[in-house]
Antibody
Framework: EVHLVEYGGGLVQPGGSLRLSCAAS????????MSWVRHTPGKGLEWVAT????????HYVDSVKGRFSISRDNAKNSLYLQMNSLRADDTAMYYC?????WGQGTLVTVSS | DVVMTQSPLSLSVTLGQPASISCRSS???????????LNWFQQRPGQSPRRLIY???NRDSGVPDRFSGSGSGTDFTLKISRVEAEDVGVYYC?????????FGQGTKLEIK
């Protein structure tokens, strides 16, 4: 069965850093573009970042450029999101997505 | 960036009756290869988003045939032929043609 499982969320102070991970199983991870998408009750869904199968291309929404970095390790079937200089408006549920398959999400809360 | 505009933002429908959601993009979603990367997602309360429709009108595996998508260029529609209780949630259109990818604001469907 195909699965995406995110972890690494939590409470962090403004200006802090967090690294999210996503473990994939049940499919050939290295064949797919992978993305991070976030959701907040007030703003809905927002596409955050996407990475090509071999990691050679990456795209980011403007609001996270220079602060977030997406990466992957195909040998470990894993996707990552390094988040630096976190702000209160980065508070959201973060999903790993294919997008035909989504994980259950990991909650990031940025607050002092 | 491409702006995705959905209407209505909320919908109250009697069980067994049809429902329709409109999505308009600020520029054409036709990609250079001729495909149009317009998707529809459903997010039920407390659940991760789930893709229903890809490339305007293609249903994902397991999606009931009461869901259908149509449109072209900049104007798209999701229709539910007969609303069931399990359809309650928020529906999002999403464009995957232009970076950054983007979602509509979401349409909340409830049962009348």
């Amino acid at each position: 069965e195909v699965h995406l499982v995110e972890y690494g969320g939590g409470l962090v102070q403004p200006g802090g850093s967090l690294r999210l991970s996503c473990a994939a199983s049940g499919f050939t991870f290295s064949n797919y573009w992978m993305s991070w998408v976030r959701h907040t009750p007030g703003k809905g869904l927002e596409w955050v970042a996407t990475i090509k199968q071999d990691g050679s291309a990456k795209h980011y929404v403007d609001s996270v450029k220079g602060r977030f970095s997406i990466s992957r390790d195909n040998a470990k079937n894993s996707l990552y999101l390094q988040m630096n200089s976190l702000r209160a408006d980065d508070t959201a549920m973060y999903y790993c997505a294919m997008p035909s398959l989504w994980g259950q999400g990991t909650l990031v809360t940025v607050s002092s | 960036d491409v702006v995705m505009t959905q209407s209505p933002l909320s919908l109250s429908v009697t069980l067994g009756q049809p429902a329709s959601i409109s999505c308009r993009s600020s520029q054409s979603l036709v990609y250079s290869n001729g495909d149009t990367y317009l998707n529809w997602f459903q997010q039920r309360p407390g659940q991760s988003p789930r893709r229903l429709i890809y490339k305007i009108s293609n249903r994902d595996s397991g999606v009931p045939d009461r869901f259908s998508g149509s449109g072209s260029g900049t104007d798209f529609t999701l229709k539910i032929s007969r609303v069931e209780a399990e359809d309650v949630g928020v529906y999002y259109c999403m464009q995957g043609t232009h970076w950054p990818y983007g979602f509509g604001q979401g349409t909340k469907l409830e049962i009348k």
